[in-house]
């Protein structure tokens, strides 16, 4: 089936044949609620990609127009300004006092560079490219703003004590479709929408030299072509296959959709304690722990993570292939980091995709 993208929101019917530009210049900066001239910026770009030619998805689209509404809510209620101004007078000022409010409140480095990217796409709406600097330009330090891109500690279920085939055994007892979902997560190294989203029959295709494959498609429309070459990858296919009533069926209850399954995926982990505050563990980090386990398959090493070095560069860049990564670099994320004067070896040619060995 073609990759469908959601639709754009509706336009107001007074807005017909007019252009974005001609639609704002019926809200007169001075005159019109600022925060009713947000809401048509929404309307006309949110649904909008800021850097590629394609739709977002729901999700990003209400976090990035909830951010909005609250920035210059905020502009007025915690920054000290009398009142909120139009978006499109947005100027560097405004920028630097919420950016000291959200240091104030010590928020997280991984928030402030969202929060930051939601502001560059405004900017562009506006057209006020360039409008939002680095994070070093606002006097921010480093540490407030940089991810830990490498993984600090080993978040495996193994590393916590959870054996994961007893766990997913007794929640596929619970509810079949969740743990049906977890298998092909431990079998494949799946995030948990790839697993929800898998067609346990259509997904599985010849693909040339590699034999019978799973095709998934990832982050940003990625595909990668798992082959089906273990005994541990196929009883993971035939177990979702029983739980699918169509040989063309996704593997979420088909009485529900997309959103509701993944609702119900996160319950169901959170009734068996698998949380970070219960269990110290979540659905990704079974993921982290097939991908350890395969750095350790191919390397002969431990991970980083737990005490190796990280120098095998085609081991690593296996790893980020099997997570569906295009930058090799991002294996760190699950292995930690290797010595930055190692670096990778961009003519080494990469491993296949083997199954990885699960602890």
Known sequence: MPRRHAPSPPRCPAWAGLTPQQ???????????????????????????????????????????????????????????????????????????????????????????????????????????????????????????????????????????????????????????????????????????????????????????????????GKGGRVRWLPVDSPQRQAALDAARQVVDRTDAPLGDPAHDLRHNLRRFDYVLQRFGLTRAERGVTAHGLRHQVLIAHYEALSGEPAPVRGGDGKDSEARRAVAELAGHARPRASGAYLGGADAKRGETPSAPPRPLTSPRTP
Request: net charge positive.
């Open 23 to 217: 639609i704002l210049a019926r809200y007169r900066p001075g005159h019109s609620d600022p925060l009713q001239v947000l809401e048509v910026l929404l309307t006309l770009f949110n649904s909008q990609h800021t850097a590629r030619e394609k739709i977002v998805s729901h999700k990003t689209r209400y976090e990035r127009a909830s951010f909005l509404r609250r920035f210059f809510r905020d502009l007025k209620r915690k920054a000290g300004f009398a009142t909120v101004p139009d978006p499109r007078g947005l100027r560097q000022k405004h920028l630097q006092a919420m950016i000291t409010v959200w240091q104030q409140e010590r928020l997280a480095p991984a928030t402030v560079q969202t929060y930051l990217s939601f502001l560059r796409g405004l900017a562009s709406w506006i057209g006020k490219h360039g409008l939002v600097r680095s994070p070093a330009a606002y006097g921010m330090e480093a540490p407030d703003y940089q991810r830990h891109e490498n993984a600090l500690r080993d978040h495996s279920w193994s590393a916590q004590g959870v054996g994961a085939q007893e766990v997913i055994e007794q929640i596929w007892a619970f509810d079949r479709y969740v743990g049906a979902a977890l298998g092909l997560i431990l079998a494949f190294g799946l995030r948990r929408k790839e697993s929800v989203l898998c067609r346990p029959y259509a997904h599985v295709q010849d693909h040339g030299a590699s034999g019978r494959c799973l095709r998934v498609t």
